[in-house]
Every structure is written in C-alpha cells, then in structure tokens.
C-alpha cells in the first residue's frame, strides 16, 4: 500500500500553500494526498464563543473546500481528507507515523526569506519521525518549476548522509531536476598547531582532494540508482550554514537533515538545519535521522 502525503491543514493562506505544494509533489511521485484538521473541544469550564459542531462543520468545509480546489487542479490525484478531535501536534505526529512525508505551512520573516515557526512547527520538527516539509506562501512555491533544483545539504559524508540522498535523489528524479550536494568541510585542529602535517596530506593529493573523493565515494550508488539525475557538487572550506545558503539561494527544494537526539538533549532540530529554516524562501524538508 502506497504511503501517502500528509498536509496539515488550518485554512490559512499557509496551509493552503503546503497543500498546493504537496498536491504536486503526490503527482510527481504517483502517490495519494492526505488532508488532515486537528482540533480538540474546549473544555466545559473554558468560555467558548463557538459550539463543538460549529467547529466541527467549520474543520469540515474547510477540508472540503481545499480538497476540491486540489481536485480540479488534479483530477487524476487521490485526495481524502481526515478531521481529528486533538491536539494539533500529537495529531499530526501520529498521522506522520504512516506518510511518506508530512508537510506544513509557514509564515515567513519578510517577501524574500525566511520560516517563522509556531510552537506546533518547532515540536512536530524536532520529533517527528518521518520526513517533514515546511512551505511558505510566495512566489517561489506557487511558481515553482518542475525542473528547479534540488539542493541537499550533507554535513558528515557518512552512513547518516544515506537517508538525505535517498529523499533528495527521489526528489529530483521526480521533478526532472539536477540534484546539488552540497558539504562544507574544514581544516582538522592539528593543521592549527602542526602545520607541518600540510605537507602530509599533499602527497595525497591535498586536504580538499580527499574530501572530493570522499564526496564521490557517497554519491556513486545513488549515481547509478538514478542515472537519469544530473548531480552538481559544491565543496566549501566554511561554515557549514553559510555554505548551504550560499550553494541553495535559487533551488526549488533545501534537503536538510536532523539527528535524532537521545531522551536527554531534549528537542533539537540542528544549528544548519534551524539557519537554513530561517533563512531561505524555497520549501525545506527536514530528514530524521540517527
């Protein structure tokens, strides 16, 4: 059974826009869209202007509403919608659990660049466990072309990187896109004190070399699983932040990852993974992994 896109739907001109958004990439990847209202009655205490079912009718016809603009526009797309009494968050946690993707809207910084995330945003980012795209309304997500790129940032070449280029090849292949990988690498402590050990790492090549070749060794697979995917690289001695806005300021889609942090480092979404969130106007998807 194919697992579907899940959006996370409010009626704002941001969920609107998430689910804009996702109604493509199911397409793109022949797979059923899911729209999801999380709401939960107030408590009989608690004043309330509005009555369970007038809440209920509100969820209902905004749900409905949204899925049957998305199917003019996709005829051929399965949508089904889903209205759920709880908490948004551990709502869609739960939905996220059996989706290929979860995926959210923003409100932005400014016209250009920029997430501001929600309380439910930074919860649902930081635990989710399977991947989460968040999307603003604007220009560069509405207009946003089949063939735009596709930008992953990979910050340690190794087996954590697989999970990353898994989505972000999926991605382009599906887009018809080129795929960047993009890694920022840096001068180890020893070169600081021992520069002497410069002269070592020459007689391989240099420093930057074997970071090449490392870079290669990590895409080869996923060259030959998608042949079809053209793959561009950029490598810069920076910080890792800084490298990554700069190689992905006109890409259609910034895959970035999230270490699944251990019980006591509490929620974390990562120093790249939270700079490019707050500093870029594509759509952002955030890889869970260990």
């Known amino acids: 059974m194919l697992r579907p896109i899940v959006v996370g739907l409010d009626g704002s001109p941001e969920s609107l826009a998430a689910a804009a958004w996702a109604a493509r990439e199911a397409q793109r990847r022949g797979l059923p869209l899911r729209l999801v209202h999380a709401w939960i009655w107030q408590p009989h205490d608690v004043p309330v202007s509005e009555s369970v079912e007038t809440q209920k009718q509100w969820a209902l016809t905004t749900l409905r509403n949204a899925k049957d603009d998305l199917a003019v526009r996709y005829p051929e797309l399965p949508i089904d919608t889903g209205e759920v009494s709880d908490l948004a968050v551990s709502a869609l946690l739960n939905q996220a659990e059996e989706a290929e993707m979860l995926v959210l809207g923003s409100r932005g910084h400014g016209a250009i660049a920029g997430f501001l995330l929600g309380s439910v945003g ?169």
Request: proline share 8%; hydrophobic share 45%.
């Open 122 to 290: 930074q919860q649902i980012l930081a635990r989710a466990k399977s991947p989460v795209v968040m999307v603003r309304a604007n220009e560069r997500t509405t207009a946003e072309p089949d063939r735009a790129e596709v930008a992953v940032a990979l910050q340690e070449l190794g087996e954590s990187a697989e999970t990353l280029l898994e989505f972000a090849f999926a991605a382009a292949a599906a887009r018809g896109a080129t795929l960047r990988a993009v890694h920022a690498w840096q001068l180890p402590p020893v070169y600081g004190y021992n520069p002497a050990a410069l002269h070592i790492s020459d007689e391989d090549g240099g420093l930057e070399a074997r970071v090449t070749r490392d870079l290669d060794e990590l895409l080869k697979p996923w060259r030959e699983k998608y042949p079809q995917v053209p793959v561009v690289q950029t490598l810069d001695l920076a910080s890792a932040a800084v490298a990554v806005l700069q190689a992905t300021g006109s890409a259609g889609l910034v895959v970035v990852g999230r270490k699944v942090p251990r019980p006591a480092l509490g929620m974390r979404i990562g120093p790249v993974t939270h700079a490019v969130l707050h500093h870029t106007a594509a759509p952002v998807a955030v890889i869970p992994h260990n």
